[in-house]
RNA sequence: GGUCCCGUCGUCUAGUGGCCUAGGACGCCGCCCUCUCAAGGCGGUAACGCCGGUUCAAAUCCGGUCGGGACUACCA
């Protein structure tokens, strides 16, 4: 932020090296489905730390296996995020100075840089079939051994690679890797992390039809982009000493910026050296401890939303899955998110995706909003069952605002209002039979509803606080409690047991609708 | 099997040697309130995986052990 500052004044040149400078952070998902909640915690931690340091947040569409990908969920991840709030910098609809930043686009990149890593000796064509190394796995797992790729034809002479060609065989490119020594990185989550290279076999940059692998295209789209730190989730830790290597290979004799010329791509932002900082986020979880997926229920952003919970708490959860502030606090607007976000703070233990949780949340958020807000919430989830159009009619719009202040206790999802409040918005009363045989069919029922009908229409002022009182009044004549004077009136109007508050509810309907609906249930309680 | 990581109430977490007979929140239970359902108020349940060691003092440090997880793909 600090540098942007100074830059966009555009006063004399502050001497770049005594500023810290601004962050560049990305997310990179790959569209082979819909925003999975563990992504879209990641996408809101580099979010976060972007928003709060003035960096840049990129968003890369990481599409390379074509196999997998789909426009339909290119299209939602951007949905998602949308509706988060997590808006990107620097990506696909908004300005893509070291673009494109689409993969598939992107592969003549990745082609030229394979090029030169055959070429300076860093990598080497690999004929087996992947029956054959899954052959290989099986066989070292039988023996105890590493499963990893032992190497096999990393020194091939010409005239075994003709050999194999001549079989019909199109190789994989592996890169070497270094046989013995150590790599050591900075984790901001984890700390110092070390591996010894010894443990990690040569693994393929380039498939066999000729497309890149996550750790080719990966590595060098952090570098053409300047992604100066990486947060992610801790399934890729392992990953890290292979970019490393890489981002060492591609930077050490300008291989990536001759590849980006080469290949007309744009240039890597000035100053940009490679990615130094990460941060691995603990996985989200089920409740058998298992990766959160699928058999758990929900897990994409787009269920959630379905289901009625508000973005703002989407956000405010997920920041809780494995970050924590202090001993107390755990609701946070978005603003206080990006003042308070640490990655230092995040935990280093699996997160467990507490659903009870995240509605305990949602409900405590509704219950903050005003009846206008939460009417405007509403509408989408109450046009989406055929209650209401969109936008309402004038007098739809009234009876929701109405509605929302008795809602408001009683729903923790947008989505629950609906069948509590169907019966406001329908023609047709849907009874509950068995609402309809204890409470019409009570002893008292037809005598509460006649004296309801009677007193109900000779009511001076239709307001929830005389339609109370006549109810009581009615209670009071029989002789019975306001349960058994209610009840039938509340089945007779809503069809169900259980409704909001009856009078506030009825004196927001009309009356001639309401009087209709008791001498209809005196007729259902009289078969 | 190998490499790496983790282990505080059912769950998420606070905790960096004395403030901890372990705090908060969700859940759960009870009571109050009450026209149904809620909401709200009050109260309660419940945890440092285990074993050793260091120390005047350990949830906190060390060792071991037992559990759990990630990675070990021509997925990302």
Redesign the pocket.
């Known amino acids: 932020m600090f540098v942007r500052a100074r830059l966009a004044y555009g006063h004399t040149l502050v001497d770049e090296d005594l500023l810290m400078p601004a962050p560049r952070l990305r997310f990179?998902?790959?569209p082979?489905g819909s925003l999975h909640v563990g992504n879209a915690r990641a996408a809101l931690y580099n979010w976060l730390h972007a928003r709060q340091t003035g960096g840049t947040f990129v968003l890369r569409i990481?599409d390379?296996?074509a196999d997998?990908v789909s426009e339909e969920s290119y299209q939602g991840v951007l949905d998602a995020l949308t509706f988060l709030g997590l808006d990107w910098d620097e990506g696909p609809g908004r300005v893509e100075p070291h673009g494109p930043y689409r993969q598939s686009e992107r592969t003549a990149l990745y082609t030229a840089v394979a090029d030169a890593l055959l070429k300076a000796g860093h990598a080497y064509g690999a004929?087996?079939?992947?029956e054959e190394?899954a052959e290989q796995?099986r066989a070292?797992?039988e023996a105890?051994?590493?499963?990893?790729?032992a190497g096999g034809h990393r020194d091939l002479t010409d005239a075994q690679r003709a050999a194999f060609r001549s079989e019909g065989?199109?190789?994989?490119i592996r890169l070497r890797t270094p046989d013995e020594g150590t790599v050591a990185f900075d984790d901001a989550v984890?700390?110092p992390?070390?591996?010894?290279w010894k443990?990690i076999?040569d693994?393929?940059i380039l498939?066999?039809?000729g497309?890149?692998?996550?750790?080719l295209?990966?590595a060098i789209d952090d570098l053409a982009m300047g992604i100066t730190l990486i947060a992610r989730?801790?399934?890729?830790?392992?990953?890290t000493p292979r970019q490393l290597l890489l981002y060492d290979l591609l930077t050490r004799d300008g291989l990536i910026d001759g590849a980006l010329d080469g290949a007309a791509f744009p240039a890597r932002p000035k100053g940009a050296t490679q990615p130094e900082r990460f941060a691995h986020l603990?996985?989200l979880?089920g409740?058998?401890?298992?990766?959160l997926s699928k058999r758990h229920g929900s897990v994409a952003v787009d269920e959630f939303r379905r289901q009625g919970f508000l973005p703002e708490v989407l956000i405010n959860f997920l920041a809780?899955?494995?970050?924590?502030y202090?001993?107390?606090t755990?609701r946070f607007t978005v603003d206080e998110l990006v003042e308070k976000f640490s990655f230092e703070?995040v935990?280093?233990?699996?997160?467990?995706f507490?659903t009870?949780?995240l509605?305990?949340?949602n409900?405590?958020r509704i219950?903050e909003l005003s009846d206008t807000e939460l009417a405007e919430r509403l509408q989408p989830y109450l046009a989406g069952e055929g209650l209401i159009a969109q936008p309402p009619a004038p007098r739809h719009q009234r009876l929701l605002v109405g509605l929302a202040a008795l809602l408001r206790?009683?729903?923790?999802t947008l989505a629950e209002a609906a069948p509590?409040v169907a019966f406001c918005f329908r023609d047709e009363v849907a009874y509950d039979d068995k609402a309809v045989a204890k409470h019409l069919g009570a002893a008292t029922a037809p005598e509460v509803l006649d004296a309801a009908e009677a007193s109900l229409s000779a009511l001076g002022e239709w307001t929830g606080e005389a339609i109370?009182a006549a109810l009581d009044a009615v209670a009071g004549s029989l002789g019975i409690?306001?349960?058994k004077?209610?009840?039938p009136v509340?089945v007779a109007v809503a069809g169900t047991?259980?409704?909001?508050?009856?009078?506030?509810t009825l004196a927001l309907l009309d009356r001639d609708l309401v009087l209709a609906r008791i001498r209809a249930a005196k007729e259902l309680g009289a078969r």
Not at 193 to 196: K, M, T
């Open positions: 990179c998902p790959a082979s990481e390379t296996d997998r004929y087996e079939t992947p190394l796995r070292a797992q105890n051994l590493p499963p990893g790729y065989r199109q190789p994989v984890r700390g992390v070390e591996f010894a443990d076999s693994f393929v498939r066999a039809d497309s890149a692998t996550y750790f295209a990966n989730g801790e399934d890729l830790l392992s990953a603990p996985l979880v409740a058998d401890r298992k990766p809780l899955c494995g970050w924590s202090d001993a107390t755990e703070r935990g280093k233990n699996p997160s467990f507490d009870d949780k509605r305990a949340l409900g405590d219950k206790e009683r729903i923790q509590l109370l409690g306001r349960g004077a209610f009840q509340r047991a259980v409704s909001p508050p009856l009078p506030e």
